[in-house]
T-cell receptor
Framework: GAVVSQHPSWVICKSGTSVKIECRSL??????MFWYRQFPKQSLMLMAT?????????EQGVEKDKFLINHASLTLSTLTVTSAHPEDSSFYIC??????????FGSGTRLTVV | GENVEQHPSTLSVQEGDSAVIKCTYS??????FPWYKQELGKRPQLIID?????GEKKDQRIAVTLNKTAKHFSLHITETQPEDSAVYFC??????????????FGKGTKLSVKP
């Protein structure tokens, strides 16, 4: 079945630094990728949607200059959290679709900003 | 935009009993309704989904029903087992018919199955 690889699985960074998270579709071409954030004991909140080669569409309240999304190819999307602060600590997870297929989720990245 | 409400937030049942989780959605354009099971710190796993042209779907112990008129859908788990314990999320999207299909999630239900 479809597989999405997400790295790193966890990262600890200092406040003010940037962190890059990668999602790769291993056996299919992801025409659309989605990025979600999940705080402890809460639901998944959609941050942005990206199509290969296009600028991402951000949800209301998500700062596009802080959460940089790049979807440069049909198999790779990256999320960069710039100038991270403790309040950005969360579980970040991507999902990918090929056309109208069901979403395939990555394994998530636990970000802790100290 | 779409808004998905999910109830209950926690559910505790005895092993072997049935569990029912209910969701409502607001956008009549939504046409795809998946259910996910998420264990702590792991990715959501799709357990069953239903499209708006179907009223009910069943897969072994799991079933989903959809009432388009009332804009609600429900997950039914029969003969629950301790390994069913997890957080369950419903979601709604315009996943078919040309839309990108953003998933809008409910707040989740923590299901505990007691042996």
């Amino acid at each position: 079945g479809a597989v999405v690889s997400q790295h790193p699985s966890w990262v600890i960074c200092k406040s003010g630094t940037s962190v890059k998270i990668e999602c790769r579709s291993l056996d299919f071409q992801a025409t659309t990728m989605f990025w979600y954030r999940q705080f402890p004991k809460q639901s998944l909140m959609l941050m942005a949607t990206s199509n290969e080669g296009s600028k991402a569409t951000y949800e209301q309240g998500v700062e596009k200059d802080k959460f940089l999304i790049n979807h440069a190819s049909l198999t790779l999307s990256t999320l960069t959290v710039t100038s991270a602060h403790p309040e950005d600590s969360s579980f970040y997870i991507c999902s990918a679709r090929a056309g109208q297929s069901p979403h395939t989720f990555g394994s998530g990245t636990r970000l802790t900003v100290v | 935009g779409e808004n998905v409400e999910q109830h209950p937030s926690t559910l505790s049942v005895q092993e072997g009993d049935s569990a029912v989780i209910k969701c409502t959605y607001s956008d009549s354009a939504s046409n795809y309704f998946p259910w996910y099971k998420q264990e702590l710190g792991k990715r959501p796993q799709l357990i069953i989904d239903i499209r708006s042209n179907v009223g009910e779907k069943k897969d072994q112990r799991i079933a989903v029903t959809l009432n388009k008129t009332a804009k609600h859908f429900s997950l039914h788990i029969t003969e629950t087992q301790p390994e069913d314990s997890a957080v369950y999320f419903c979601a709604a999207s315009q996943g078919y018919g040309g839309s990108q299909g953003n998933l809008i999630f409910g707040k989740g239900t923590k299901l505990s199955v007691k042996p």
